[in-house]
């Protein structure tokens, strides 16, 4: 079951988290399955890793590669804490940490890389055929650059934006608060 709430994870307000509706978003356009192999480009928190990690169960494999010392330590709290023995934590930045995973896998989520272009095309190098790559972004120059990346490996990619607003209560009823809108860009590999 996916959509942990984002106050189960063990926080750092440095470290970046995708929150509880996109993670669920940009999951279910990763096409999981349990059993299935998954890698989390900057990772984070570890929120879509754990996620996925449970989505996925003992049989599937999750990769979490991060840069970041301090969101590696988070990333090993929160993998800990939901008590995943699934989940290989890579520390390094896409696309050279990329070669440190030795398998096909099922779907990428690319959560945050500085090197955007690099990093999709070393994906394609251990995506499986029919694979996912799911991206989110916050920058349009971010989501345009990831569609004529995927465009351009046949990836015939798809975006959505996403603009969640959570309900807050005042004293006279509830007022609804958006967070910052999110695109989500994903393709099959062909």
């Known amino acids: ?16 988290m995708t929150k509880e509706e996109i993670r669920v978003l940009a999951l279910s356009k990763a096409k999981l399955f ?10 984070g928190t570890g929120s879509v890793t754990v996620e996925a990690g449970l989505f996925v169960g003992s049989k599937g ?12 330590e988070l990333i090993r709290k929160n993998v ?12 390094g930045e896409s696309p050279d940490a990329l070669k440190e995973i030795r398998e096909e896998v099922d779907a990428i989520f690319v959560g ?9 095309m070393a994906s394609n190098e251990i995506l499986k ?27 015939n990619p798809q975006i959505i934006e996403v603009i969640v607003a ?5 004293s006279k009823g509830y007022a609804m608060l958006s967070r910052n809108p999110i695109f989500i860009i994903y393709g099959e590999k062909p």
């Open 80 to 91: 800990e804490k939901f008590d995943l023995r699934n989940v290989t934590i890579i520390q």
């Open 112 to 120: 945050g890389s500085e090197r955007l272009e690099e990093s999709l």
């Open 129 to 155: 055929k029919k694979g996912r790559i799911v991206l989110d972004a916050i920058l349009l120059e971010t989501a345009v650059k990831a569609m004529e990346v995927l465009n351009s490996m046949n990836y």
């Open 61 to 72: 494999k999750v990769y979490a590669i991060e840069k970041d010392p301090n969101a590696v």
């Open 1 to 16: 079951m996916l959509g942990i709430p984002d106050e189960m994870f063990i926080r750092d307000e440095k470290i970046p």
């Open 34 to 43: 349990h059993g299935a192999k998954f890698v989390d480009i900057g990772s």
């Open 166 to 170: 959570k309900g807050m209560k005042t």
